[in-house]
């Protein structure tokens, strides 16, 4: 009985010290998971808002732009420090500008790359096995009496983390988050309250 017992006591101090360990890995793994996708949204998002002057608030929406949109650039047609090809462009009438349009999945990820899969998973929380969505919403607000527009995305822990191994591990996350440090449960960026130019809470 007395061995037993003694394994058992093992047992519980080994989960008590493990568990914890445990959990942090994983929080840190998924949460820097969430954090690569969810800068990828802010990103569309801004590239969004450059052409249409708003935010979006559906992923379809975004989704669509990425694939199928353009956005309009402009480059120099001949270096300034160049005399000779300055003098034929002036000549010539024409301006030191040239607009041209590329596809907006060719260059807003720069240097990545991005598949057009990739893209369609974009709406999906990693690791929930594409069962949960970022949490999106657009809207304006006022800021110095001018309007403009804001956006917010944001993932709850609860919802990428394992809430059945780890449940009071979450509870206490989450506990401590908000009435502790007073900040969002999870990982997010912009703000449906204010413009904060579309701040991440992973920044802070």
């Not at 998002?45 to 990425?66: P, V």
């Not at 030191?96 to 260059?107: M, P, Q, R, Y």
Request: aromatic share 10%; with cysteine; glycine share 4%.
């Amino acid at each position: 009985i007395l061995g037993v017992v003694i394994v058992a006591l093992v047992y519980i101090i080994y989960v008590q010290i493990s568990t914890p360990l445990n959990f942090n890995k994983e929080l840190a793994a998924k949460k820097a998971a969430v954090i690569e996708r969810i800068k990828d949204i802010r990103t569309a998002q801004r590239s969004f808002k450059s052409k249409y002057q708003h935010f979006t608030s559906t992923f379809d929406s975004l989704e669509a732009f990425i694939l199928t949109d353009t956005l309009e650039l402009e480059r120099k047609l001949v270096d300034e420090d160049d005399s000779v090809g300055m003098a034929m462009l002036k000549k010539s009438g024409k301006k030191n500008i040239e607009k041209f349009k590329i596809a907006v999945i060719d260059t807003i990820f720069s240097p990545k790359k991005l598949s057009v899969e990739q893209v369609k998973q974009l709406r999906y929380i990693p690791g929930t096995d594409d069962k949960a969505q970022f949490i999106m919403e657009a809207g304006y607000t006022t800021a110095s009496n001018v309007v403009v527009p804001i956006v917010e995305c944001r993932a709850p822990y609860k919802m990428f983390l394992d809430t059945v191994a780890y449940r009071q591990e979450i509870i206490n996350l989450i506990d401590e988050e908000e009435n502790i440090f007073n900040r969002y449960p999870g990982v997010k960026f912009g703000s449906m309250e204010s413009a904060n130019n579309e701040a991440g809470n992973w920044e802070d």
